[in-house]
């Protein structure tokens, strides 16, 4: 099976920097995009960003300046640098991940989610 593991969520004041880690584990072939999301209480679920397997990003509109988003695909790590925090960007972030799978010569391909970091921005 497969495991994302998020680490680097905290309290920060507003204007402060953190930088969240997600590492992929397990049966992995390969990964292609990885995002990361974040649910504010009483909200839906928002994408926040994506990195393709060749690095190319994109941002919602929330966050582009502020965070990047980053791989390192020899460790199967994701990781967003979050900038110029504000109270609005506090929520519980997620990673997702495509992962393919190869098992018994046969590649199966899911996507894959972190049980979340929280963040929480004062003002």
């Known amino acids: 099976q497969v495991q994302l593991v998020e680490s680097g969520g905290g309290l920060v004041q507003a204007g402060g920097s953190l930088r969240l880690s997600c590492a992929a584990s397990?049966?992995?072939?390969?990964?292609?995009?990885m995002r990361w999301y974040r649910q504010a209480p009483g909200k839906q679920r928002e994408l926040v960003a994506v990195?393709?397997?060749?690095?190319?990003?994109n941002y919602t509109d929330h966050v582009k300046g502020r965070f990047t988003i980053s791989r390192d695909n020899a460790q199967n790590t994701v990781y967003l640098q979050m900038n110029s925090l504000k109270p609005e960007d506090t929520a519980v972030y997620y990673c997702?991940?495509?992962?393919?799978?190869?098992?018994?010569?046969?590649?199966?391909?899911?996507?894959?989610w972190g049980q979340g970091t929280q963040v929480t921005v004062s003002s």
């Open positions: 397990g049966s992995i072939f390969s990964i292609n995009a």
């Open positions: 990195i393709t397997s060749g690095g190319s990003t």
């Open positions: 997702n991940a495509d992962v393919v799978r190869l098992v018994m010569a046969t590649k199966f391909s899911g996507a894959y």
